[in-house]
């Protein structure tokens, strides 16, 4: 079972990137978006300097949201909940890099320090928060995996 939710959450992940991509084009980041934009203070202190859109708010809610579908259908825990939530995480933090590697307007060769101006902090070849992210998942899918 785990194979398949991971495999999934790479699907997911895959096909959010893509649909990113058509979205934004080479202009990452929301950065040519139509809508509201929060370049300054604490709220993009909290969001790691990055601004604040209201691309990035509605789609982070409706991701949490598609994500949760299964507590229709199912009674809600906390083990529950972590697996839920390490899907999302997970998946995030995938289609983050996907966008990259898979965007014609800049691949794999473009993704490094520099390149990228949203990802300031790097430790070693990826941006710190990825190592963040890959953990928390992880710690998140073995909170829910049942017990072994």
Do not use: C
């Not at 941006?127 to 073995?142: G, K, S």
């Amino acid at each position: 079972m785990l194979y398949a939710y991971l495999l999934f959450m790479v699907l997911m992940a895959l096909l959010l990137a893509l649909w990113e991509i058509q979205i934004e084009g080479k202009d990452g980041w929301a950065t040519k978006l139509p809508g509201w934009r929060i370049d300054k203070g604490w709220l993009v202190k909290i969001a790691g300097g990055r601004p604040v859109t209201g691309y990035h708010l509605y789609m982070t809610l409706f991701l949490i949201a598609i994500v949760h579908l299964p507590l229709f259908f199912v009674d809600w825990s906390w083990r529950l909940e972590a697996l839920l939530l390490g899907f999302y995480v997970g998946m995030v933090f995938i289609e983050d890099f996907l966008w990259f590697a898979l965007n014609p307007h800049y691949g794999i060769k473009n993704f490094r320090k520099g390149k990228i101006w949203w990802h300031r902090s790097w430790w070693g070849p990826v941006p710190a928060l990825y190592w963040f992210l890959l953990v928390l998942t992880v710690l998140l899918i073995i909170l829910g995996s049942p017990a072994m």
